[in-house]
Nanobody
């Protein structure tokens, strides 16, 4: 069974930092795109960051504050989040894309930023 499991969420004060990690099991995504999304209560799913072949892209709201990286040897995806703001509060999801859609998803980890 293929699983993506996120770790590292929690409660942090505004201006603080957190690092999320996502561990893949059941298959490898070494040659596939991986990314992070988030969803706040009552809001739509929002793209946060993606990485593929060393190329990274970020959503406008996190540019300059968040960094996505991948340790292919460990099969782990990371999201370093700095200068966190209350509006970053959301459930964060790891995802992998093997075709035209994001077809593998984790269950999410909650990030709460207090003001």
């Amino acid at each position: 069974q293929v699983q993506l499991v996120e770790h590292g969420g929690g409660l942090v004060q505004a201006g603080g930092s957190l690092r999320l990690s996502c561990v893949a099991s059941g298959r490898t995504f070494i040659n596939h795109e991986m990314g992070w999304f988030r969803q706040a209560p009552g809001q739509e799913h929002e793209f946060v960051a993606r990485e593929f072949g060393g190329v990274t892209n970020y959503g406008d709201s996190v540019k300059g504050r968040f960094t996505i990286s991948r340790d292919r040897a460990k099969g782990t995806l990371y999201l370093q989040m700095n200068s966190l703001k209350p509006e970053d509060t959301a459930a964060y999801y790891c995802a992998a894309r093997t075709g035209t859609v994001w077809d593998y998803w984790g269950r999410g980890t909650q990030v709460t930023v207090s003001s």
